[in-house]
């Protein structure tokens, strides 16, 4: 019987690095500020708390490259879990990818491409949507923004199954439209929008009555999630040309041009809109190149973040897979998640699962997703990191000189926020605790009943 084809190692530094950002740069840039307004009220904590978010994935990047260069398979955390603290880990690792790692982002993305585009065509917005499900914060809604999203989300999706040439030149492209779009939105806001530096001096009230100290906790979920993609070439490893070079500089290089552009992005907000009236919007996006440019430069702003939404949505379509032909292989996913195309070497039954999660996550409420999002990926990158004590001590590790200066400093730098955030999320937004929990008991339940092997396990 002929042998199964595998992935094959096709993508360099560019195509690698370009996957990080355009796994960063989505959701959060486009969306979170207005959040962050009302629930911190403050510029300085404001702006704070994206530094704060580069500090830890700009750490988090460096301890992920030695874990990368140590286990250059596909899969990111999942690997390095099952290595560090056995199958169950890994395999929750991975399951809780599939709906919070990547279909919740990928619907989130597509959800807040809908609202950009709601700019041109208002019934697509979230806010109008026709049909809910419940009532209050968590009620399901269904209208044109998840049909719009749900649609964005199925062509990349079938996209997706023609090869990862095809997708990384589609990507390629869509990821230098995003960053020209940022680049000439943040010069063109700043030299010639209609702004004020003295909104940087107005504060605003809170909208939220839990404690500042608290609620900057819960706030870096936002921030997480916004951040969250730093990881993305682990998860295509076995792809990667010389990924024991590409690995780290990509990883790198995309978090530190993110973390700057995020910054000055941030800049440009407060310069066009003073933050009383950006509490709660989400196409943040709209409302500032509306007070910079005019409604007629907002409009084509509003396309153009659009599009730059649809290089996030790609990107993760791209990412999410790989993570799951990694555990098939091994014998703790859906076994047809292993299939790869014979002609465009693709794991295309993986692609369509995760395709169809996406469209359904897309009913959730906008900012619940977030929260979730951020609360599981915080939990298992925290996780991730801090499986370097155990693997440093291990004979024949190979180190890199960034994480062993002042070792353990770097790793300490991640894993303490990260416990902090998790402590106080389940505290203060139980409901969320709640499904992040059942997701976690769900997958060791999956492992134990379905996937446990008496005779060892190997990552």
């Known amino acids: 019987m002929a042998s199964q084809p595998g992935l094959l190692r096709q993508l360099g530094l560019f195509s690698a690095t370009a996957i990080v950002i355009s796994n960063m740069i989505g959701t959060g840039i486009f969306t979170a500020t207005g959040f962050l307004a009302g629930q911190l009220g403050d510029v300085k904590l404001i702006l704070g708390i994206w530094v704060a978010g580069a500090v830890f994935a700009l750490c988090g990047a460096f301890c992920f490259s030695e874990l990368g260069i140590n286990f250059p398979a596909s899969g990111g955390e999942y690997v390095y879990l099952t290595r560090a603290y056995g199958p169950t880990w890994g395999f929750m690792s991975g399951w809780t990818s599939f709906f919070a790692g990547f279909s919740a982002p990928i619907a989130a993305a597509a959800l807040a491409f809908s609202d950009y585009l709601g700019f041109f065509f208002p019934a697509i917005k979230q806010e109008n949507a026709q049909l809910a499900l419940g009532g209050g914060d968590y009620a399901l809604k269904i209208g044109g923004a998840q049909l719009t999203a749900s649609a964005l989300i199925a062509v990349f999706t079938v996209l997706n199954l023609f090869g990862v040439q095809f997708i990384a ?9 995003k960053l020209l779009v940022m ?33 900057f906790a819960i706030s870096l979920f936002w921030i997480y999630v916004s951040y969250s993609g730093w990881n993305a070439a682990t998860y295509i490893a076995e792809e990667l040309k ?18 700057l552009l995020y910054f000055l992005f941030n800049v440009v907000f407060i310069y066009a809109t003073p933050l009383e009236q950006m509490k709660g919007v989400l196409a943040i996006g709209t409302l500032t190149s509306r007070a910079l440019f005019g409604a007629g430069a907002s409009g084509a702003f509003s396309l153009l973040l659009a599009v730059s939404l649809m290089s996030t949505v790609n990107a993760m379509i791209t990412i999410g897979p790989r993570l799951y032909y990694a555990m098939a292989k091994n014998g703790a996913f859906i076994p047809a998640a292993a299939k790869v195309h014979p002609k465009w070497r693709t794991p295309w039954f993986a692609i369509l699962c995760q395709g169809a999660c996406s469209i359904l996550m897309t009913i959730t409420p906008f900012p619940d997703l977030i ?15 801090a499986s370097l004590f155990q693997f440093r001590r291990r004979d024949g590790w190979r180190k890199i000189s960034v994480v062993s200066f002042l070792f353990p400093l770097l790793p300490l ?6 416990l902090w955030m998790t402590v106080f999320g389940a505290t203060l937004k139980p409901a969320i605790g709640v499904a992040a929990a059942l997701t976690l008991i769900s997958g060791a339940a999956v492992f134990h009943f379905r996937f446990r092997r008496p005779h060892g396990y190997v990552a």
């Open 242 to 259: 010389r990924p024991e070079r590409t690995l780290p500089l990509a990883l790198t290089f995309g978090t530190a041009l993110v973390a």
């Open 371 to 385: 929260v979730y999002i951020g609360f599981l990926l915080n939990f298992f990158m925290m996780l991730a990191v």
């Open 413 to 418: 730098i991640f894993v303490v926020p990260a």
């Open 183 to 215: 680049v000439a939105f943040i010069g063109l806001g700043l030299a010639i929008g209609a702004g004020s530096w003295e909104h940087f001096s107005l504060s605003t009230q809170r909208t939220v009555s839990t404690p500042l100290v608290a609620q």
């Open 169 to 177: 030149r589609i990507q390629n492209t869509l990821t230098s439209i």
